[in-house]
């Protein structure tokens, strides 16, 4: 039977972040791969190609192709930026401090909720194009800069436009419980009561997110609100995620973890109790190099106790205006081997397979695997550990989502 591909890609090197293929990588050196219908049909050796028709072939004149990165964490969409606090931290403020004082996530709140919809999308696609010309198709954006009801629900409305008309898979995540609205000063549970009996219903109605995230710190909410956050979202059949244990040990991942969590984010300040429940409940570690880096954290991670309970370590830029005003995968990749002493091979994971299993995608992309969705990036580079080596200097030469080329 002859094979009838849409795109045949010969001549490359596949790092398919495949585990059931035992080389780093999952990697097929002098490998071929086909595309019907937006989904890879055929993944292999050259040499094994059986008899096939192909509408377009592209060769890659041995070129690395790796998935398509998935940026599991991103605040995306926001308006204006934080230059000025930055300045403010270098001079020895802490985020906490400015935080307190009405700066940090508020001040961005009040410059978002000033801003009409299409600015936002205008700012925020400007981010995006930078983050695709690094190998993004797959991206999770996060409300959180709004704290009413109708700001969650215009950037929700800009995301799922975003994932729309951008050629990019865009996962909605509610953050209502991301910081106290200044209109509720000193009043966080009338706030929580707004979060989840006014927000989750109507967000959930108008299907506007794929999940429900909380900020639990101390300059933010407590595990007590975040658990009723967490039981509205289940009410609502929404999965949860949480930022946790980012500034300090809150006891939020164990709450995520009996709830089922997708994923907990951060985990600066987390200990092995923790580490277990996450592996027992199935959860994901996002990773934000990011953040620890800006907030010149001095606390790591605990990867070694992650490997040893064997839970799924994945990396995301965190794109914010606060903590983390990045836009580079790639710089994500090398600051998690550099700082946290992820091998090159687990930070690509990270920002591929790891990142969509922490958004309940591994059915559809994140490895380069039969039936999944032709997300790809293809990379002129000798060798997949050079993503994780360079900063700068690494040229991307083509990228499809769904088998469908761009920019
Ligand atoms: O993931 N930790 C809380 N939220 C963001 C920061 C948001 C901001 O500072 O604007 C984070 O780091
Ligand atoms: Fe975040």
Not at 6 to 14: R, S, V, Y
Not at 46 to 56: N, Q, T
Not at 121 to 139: C, E, F, N, P, W
Not at 322 to 348: D, K, R, V, W, Y
Request: contains cysteine.
């Amino acid at each position: 039977m002859t094979l009838q591909f849409d795109t045949l890609f010969i001549n490359a090197n596949l790092a398919t972040m495949n585990p059931d293929i035992d080389a780093p990588y999952g990697a097929i050196e002098n490998g071929a791969l086909g595309v019907k219908n937006g989904r890879i049909a055929w993944i292999g050796a050259v040499r094994d190609l059986p008899e096939y028709r192909a509408s377009k072939t592209h060769d890659c004149d041995n070129a690395w192709i790796t998935p398509g990165f998935v940026d599991c964490h991103t605040h995306l969409i926001f308006e204006g930026n934080r230059a000025k606090e930055f300045e403010a931290r270098l001079k020895g403020d802490s985020y906490e401090k400015i935080a307190k004082a009405g700066g940090g996530i508020i001040s961005t709140v009040n410059a978002t909720r000033a801003m009409r919809e299409s600015g936002l999308y205008h700012d925020a696609v400007l981010r995006l194009s930078d983050m695709k010309s690094q190998g993004i198709t797959t991206i999770e954006i996060k409300s959180g800069y709004g704290l009413n009801l109708e700001t969650e629900i215009k950037m929700l409305n800009v995301a799922k436009k975003i994932g729309e008309y951008e050629n990019v898979r865009v996962c909605t995540t509610f953050l209502g419980a991301h910081a106290l609205p200044p209109e509720y000063k000193d009043r966080p549970d009338d706030y929580i009561d707004l979060v989840c009996n006014d927000m989750i219903p109507k967000i959930a109605e108008l299907g506007l997110a794929d999940a429900v995230d909380g900020f639990c710190e101390n300059i933010a909410f407590s595990t007590a609100q975040i658990r009723r956050v967490f039981k509205a979202a289940q009410k609502y059949g929404l999965p949860v995620k949480l930022h946790a244990e980012q500034l300090s040990h809150q006891g939020g991942t164990k709450l995520a973890a009996e709830f089922g969590a997708l994923s907990a984010d951060h985990l600066e300040y987390i200990d092995e109790d923790d580490v277990k429940s996450m592996a027992k409940a199935g959860m994901v570690a996002v990773l934000l190099p990011g953040a620890f880096y800006y907030l010149k954290e001095t606390q790591k991670p605990p990867i070694d106790l992650f490997r040893k309970h064997g839970v799924p370590m994945a990396l995301a830029t965190d794109c914010n205006p606060g903590s983390s005003p990045i836009t580079s995968p790639l710089l994500i990749l090398n600051m998690a081997c550099t700082l946290f002493g992820f091998t090159p091979e687990e930070a690509l994971a990270g920002m591929t397979r790891e990142g969509a299993k922490s958004l309940g995608l591994s059915q559809k992309t994140g490895t380069l695997e039969i039936n999944k969705s032709a997300d790809l990036a293809i990379w002129a580079i000798e060798h997949p550990a050079e993503l994780s080596y360079w900063v700068g200097n690494v040229t991307i030469l083509n990228r499809f989502y769904q088998g469908k080329e761009y920019e």
